[in-house]
Nanobody, 118 residues
Framework: QVQLVESGGGLVQAGGSLRPPCVASGTLFSIYAMRWYRQAPGKQQRDLVATITTGGITNYADSVKGRFTVTRDNGKSTVYLQMNSLKPEDTAVYYC???????????WGQGTQVTVSS
């Protein structure tokens, strides 16, 4: 069983930065592709924000390219989302997702709230 725990969200002014971590436990972290999703207020779906593969290849949604950076530290079983130049439209609950590259089973964290004030 894989557990994912996000933290590091909060209230920040537009233009500010946050770097929430997602810590994994109960698994061999290096075999999982890691993704960050977000769910904006009033929306039912979660949108993919950033991906980092087991080999460290990254991909980003167009809306965050150039502002967000995803990194992973396999020794600490942690993935980070560095968020710079935050905008009010980045306000959402941010969720961490892990997908096993062996079984393709996916796991989710409980989410961390990010609120950007104008």
């Amino acid at each position: 069983q894989v557990q994912l725990v996000e933290s590091g969200g909060g209230l920040v002014q537009a233009g500010g930065s946050l770097r929430p971590p997602c810590v994994a436990s109960g698994t061999l972290f290096s075999i999982y592709a890691m993704r960050w999703y977000r769910q904006a207020p009033g929306k039912q779906q979660r949108d993919l924000v950033a991906t980092i593969t087991t080999g460290g290849i990254t991909n980003y949604a167009d809306s965050v390219k150039g502002r967000f950076t995803v990194t992973r530290d396999n020794g600490k079983s942690t993935v980070y989302l560095q968020m710079n130049s935050l905008k009010p439209e980045d306000t959402a609950v941010y969720y961490c997702n892990a997908e096993s590259q062996r079984t393709h089973r996916q796991y989710w964290g409980q989410g961390t709230q990010v609120t950007v004030s104008s």
